[in-house]
């Protein structure tokens, strides 16, 4: 989720009045006329978005940078945090699903197929993630931040989920298994336990490596000079922040956290408006969970509102952080870098059921199988990216 620059700890100025009251007014305004428009709850989501975006960009947590400091510098922190991240999800998730309910409201996970679909298409994303400086969430709070190259990538992102959505059916033959759920499977308590206990392991390994090739161990529970307003924050915090955001979004959409369905349904009603297509038609729509995206208000869509309201609340951040400056000075290398890895983020999302967050963090906070796939097939997907980026004149 990481784009390089963007959100750093220590790049602090000081706060830009003028654009965090701006942010800050968007969020309010947007809660009162969507709470106006369609309820209380998605005005919820839509402040639940901002606070992800918040969060996000303060800590500068994710997935991008975090995978490129794991492989280049021994770094770990990021993925020890995202462990404790998935812990925390799982503990609340689990229980939460094997009732079927989460203080009193109904509540779904994401349990897809895995298969070779979902491996090629993580793969994909993967180098997509390394390319455009960022996952979904990431080119999501960056452009919040004032990242004017990860909005192209955002851009493309967009434009690859749509190309993806318009080619389903040529994936549609290769082999998969059918949804798994590990709770379901092994038992809600035996699950619990393998989850946690993958969780630390990985954790400790990582810490072990860091250890031997830095001779210490990056903390993920402070940092010099954090504060909650201005940032930067501790990993642990934004790790803590978003698994109970997650769980606030299974209570208040009856289902996990994700962002790339939205970006098929944009991407589709843009290519309705401007003539070049007839979406409705297309194979990708008819999916029972989907059939009704493109006749309903985008104020009505609880993915959309949390992505905008993400983008929103990661501006508020940026601005009390003293670090929103959109540049727009942009070689030929990296712009082509944004345009290639938008695309194959799309792509690569639309084939392995959505992205970092809706496939490996929610699906594996759903007990699916298809997360722990998804991240298998990520991980060789971001080692090739980062040694093509200097193709690009990136830096790694």
């Known amino acids: 989720m990481q784009n390089q620059g963007a959100g750093e700890p220590g790049l602090q100025g000081r706060p830009q009045t003028l654009v965090a009251v701006i942010a800050a007014a968007l969020l309010v305004l947007g809660a009162l006329y969507v709470a106006r ?63 079927g309910s989460l203080f009193g409201a109904p509540v779904r996970g994401f349990v897809f197929p895995a298969g070779l679909e979902v491996a090629i298409g993580a793969f994909l994303f993967g180098i997509g993630m390394q390319l455009g400086g960022g996952c979904a ?10 990242d004017t190259r990860t909005a192209i990538t955002l851009v493309c992102f967009v434009a690859g989920m749509t190309l993806g959505a318009w080619d389903i059916e040529r994936w549609a033959v290769l082999p998969q298994l059918p949804p798994i759920s590990l709770p379901q499977s092994l038992g809600l308590w035996p699950a619990l336990a393998l989850n946690l206990g993958i969780f630390a392991l990985i954790a400790w390994a990582a810490a072990a490596r860091e250890r031997r090739m830095r001779g210490s161990v990056e903390p993920i529970f402070r940092c010099e000079g954090r504060a909650f307003l201005t940032g930067p924050w501790p990993f642990a915090w934004a790790a803590l922040a978003l698994a109970l955001l997650n769980a606030a979004t299974l209570v208040l959409a009856g289902r996990p956290w994700g962002i790339t369905q939205a970006f098929a349904t944009w991407g589709a009603l ?6 070049l297509a007839d979406p409705v038609w297309w194979v990708y729509w008819e999916d029972p969970t989907r059939v009704d995206l493109l006749h309903r208000p985008l104020v009505r869509d609880a993915t959309t509102l949390m992505n905008v309201g993400l983008i929103v609340g990661a501006g508020l951040a940026a601005a009390l952080a003293g670090r929103f400056a959109p540049g727009w000075r942009i070689g030929w290398r990296p712009l082509l870098a944004a345009i290639l890895g938008g695309l194959m983020l799309g792509y690569g999302a639309r084939m392995a059921f959505g992205c970092n967050i809706s496939a490996f963090f929610s699906g594996v906070a759903s007990g699916s199988l298809h997360g722990w796939l998804w991240i298998l097939a990520a991980l ?17």
Request: net charge positive; charged share 10%; proline share 4%.
């Open 380 to 396: 060789p997907g971001n080692w090739l990216g980062i040694r093509l980026r200097p193709m690009f004149s990136l830096p790694t």
């Open 137 to 146: 969430s990431g080119t999501l709070y960056s452009t919040g931040g004032g």
């Open 37 to 99: 428009a369609t309820g209380l709850r998605l005005a919820a989501l839509w402040l639940v978005g901002g606070a992800l975006g918040f969060a996000l960009y303060h800590a500068a947590f994710g997935f991008t940078g975090a995978y490129r400091a794991l492989f280049l510098t021994g770094r770990s922190g990021a993925v020890r945090a995202q462990m404790l991240m998935l812990a925390v999800a799982v503990a609340i998730f689990f229980p939460a699903l094997e009732a």
């Open 270 to 275: 843009v290519a309705e408006a401007a003539g």
